[in-house]
């Protein structure tokens, strides 16, 4: 897409999130909506590292609760405002990204996959113990005053959101356009002849599980606003790990708009589902449909496309 | 010594307790059609790797324009001139030809942004002759057209030293001289090119100069003529 209709299509989705917050319908619509767009960020994050790199993260829910528990600490010890949280929450988890980045230079693979999931259970059993922040039982936070311009504080958290996904989906949309992202390609597609055709693989990997780890942080950071109660289990969810998985795999890996199409597509029909016949059919849903996917059309939505397209 | 473009001093390289390179040392001229030969096994590939930095050595000295890369990763050794080709091809499978390409003139050569890559990607496509390729992408090209996108691609991160690691493994006679004649060029436009071939006929052909690796050591140096009449060349390739 163009750099000229792209700005103005992201100025427009976040106008329309704007007057969507200020219509005031269902409060359940931006409840719901601050889900999908929750996903949009995170898949898009994931996608930056397991599309752009070619290096599958399970351990997305690490990051996301790094992001979320970050924030706690920073409500509990400083009273943050919500940008200082949300900054924080990336920078964290950011740094554990760069940390997994230097993992790549051993670890290939599956076996970089099987590290990310460990990675996440250690995590979780930190914070279990760590009482600070609520250990195990886990804490209730209180939300700040609501400022005048937004009728409460869910509906002022899915405005942030709709800012927060727009500037993940441009991050990532800068990254593809970018020499980064032909380095990215060139190492996803093999590793050792991108390094020597001068890729320096190394730091682009680097960069991607930082720029990935920072995003989950900062799509974790509202979090305890959101839910006002955070426990390890929810934080840490598996949830997490699956959807930021599946979402671009069925959206289509390769670009910035398959994990975009996959999050809207999916989270909405787990917030459909999950009102209308049950709450536990959400990951049975992703399974199915991820398995489809995998089968019928391992290049997403957007690989199935350009198939039609092409004959 | 004056004129070595790369000199490789006790090179010495362990799997375990496998040793691969047991103190090996070569040196190879600018300009310099320079071969490589020995048994499978020998430790070819190995040198190879650690010149070209895909695998760290265990002890021993690379220089190239007499300075020490030993320690430097294997993308900043590309950007310096020391380029090589697979043994088995290994493109960018989701790119086109012609995107295979723009990578090492983007990250190799550090080409300016303003610089057209495409054309001076086309240019090297036609100089190989597969330019009727350029828009298709790896998966579609047989054999003799992989070995040359390999070959492609090494060019576009303009080389000093070019390692062609077996590029006429598994071809026909026909192809095998198709590649030597443009290996051959290459060398012409000043470019200093490392042969490891198991085809004898292309590699006596082609170098000007052979060093005779097995098992780890180096045991023989000279014209091809040399190499041939040696004793334990053939020793090392027949057994006694």
Request: proline share 4%; net charge positive; glycine share 12%.
């Amino acid at each position: 897409m163009k750099t000229g209709r792209y700005l103005l299509v992201s100025l427009g989705v976040i106008g329309l999130g704007v007057l969507l917050a200020r219509a005031r319908v269902n409060p359940y619509i931006y409840f719901a909506g601050y889900v999908i767009l929750q996903y949009v960020v995170i898949a898009t994050a994931w996608n930056i590292l397991g599309g752009y790199a070619g290096y599958v993260n399970f351990g997305t829910a690490a990051f996301f609760a790094l992001g979320a528990y970050t924030a706690i600490f920073l409500i509990e010890s400083l009273k943050a405002p919500l940008p200082v949280l949300i900054l924080g929450g990336g920078l964290v988890s950011g740094v554990l990204g760069l940390g997994i980045g230097y993992l790549t230079l051993r670890l290939k693979g599956v076996f970089f996959s099987i590290a990310t999931f460990a990675l996440a259970v250690v995590l979780q059993t930190l914070v279990i113990n760590w009482d600070y922040v609520g250990g195990a039982k886990g804490m209730t936070v209180i939300r700040p005053r609501t400022g005048v311009l937004f009728g409460n504080y869910v509906t002022f958290l899915f405005t942030v959101m709709v800012v927060l996904a727009v500037g993940a989906v441009t991050i990532a949309w800068l990254i593809e356009r970018s020499w980064i992202g032909r380095g990215l390609a060139a190492l996803r597609d093999n590793e050792e002849a991108a390094e020597c055709m001068g890729v320096p693989t190394l730091r682009l990997k680097v960069f991607a599980t930082t720029v990935s780890g920072f995003l989950m942080g900062v799509a974790g950071a509202p979090f305890p606003y959101y839910v006002t109660y955070v426990e390890p289990s929810s934080a840490f969810n598996l949830d997490y790990a699956v959807n930021a998985l599946a979402m671009p795999m069925i959206g289509g890996t390769t670009t910035w708009a398959g994990p975009v199409i996959g999050a809207v597509l999916l989270g909405t029909a787990q917030q459909v589902a999950t009102v209308t016949i049950s709450s536990e059919l959400n990951l049975l849903i992703v399974g199915v449909v991820l398995v489809g996917f995998v089968v019928l059309a391992p290049e997403g939505i957007l690989g199935l496309v350009r198939r039609i397209r092409g004959r | 010594m004056a004129g070595a473009l790369l000199e490789v001093q006790g090179l010495t390289k362990r799997f375990g307790g496998f040793t691969a390179l047991n103190g090996v040392s070569l040196q190879v001229k600018t300009g310099e059609r320079f071969g490589l030969i020995g048994p499978n096994g020998s430790g070819k590939t190995t040198l190879i790797n650690c010149v070209s930095g895909a695998l760290p050595s265990d002890g021993g000295r690379i220089l190239f324009e007499g300075r020490d890369i030993t320690g430097i990763p294997a993308h900043q050794r590309t950007r310096r001139g020391i380029v090589r080709s697979f043994q088995i091809p290994k493109p960018f499978t989701s790119m086109t030809v012609l995107g295979n390409l723009a990578i090492p003139l983007e990250y190799a050569t550090q080409a300016r942004p303003g610089g057209d890559v495409a054309a001076e990607a086309m240019e090297i496509l036609r100089h190989i002759g597969l330019e009727s390729k350029a828009h298709s992408k790896p998966a579609g090209l047989t054999q003799i057209e992989m070995r040359k996108l390999e070959l492609a691609r090494a060019m576009a991160a303009k080389p000093k030293l070019l390692i062609s690691d077996e590029a006429m493994a598994g071809l026909s006679s026909g192809e095998v001289d198709d590649i030597l004649a443009i290996l051959f060029r290459l060398n012409e436009q000043g470019i200093t090119i490392i042969m490891i071939e198991h085809i004898m006929r292309a590699v006596m052909r082609f170098s000007e100069r052979i060093v005779v690796l097995d098992a780890g050591d180096r045991i023989a140096e000279g014209t091809p003529d040399e190499i041939v009449r040696n004793p334990a060349v053939e020793k090392a390739y027949l057994g006694e």
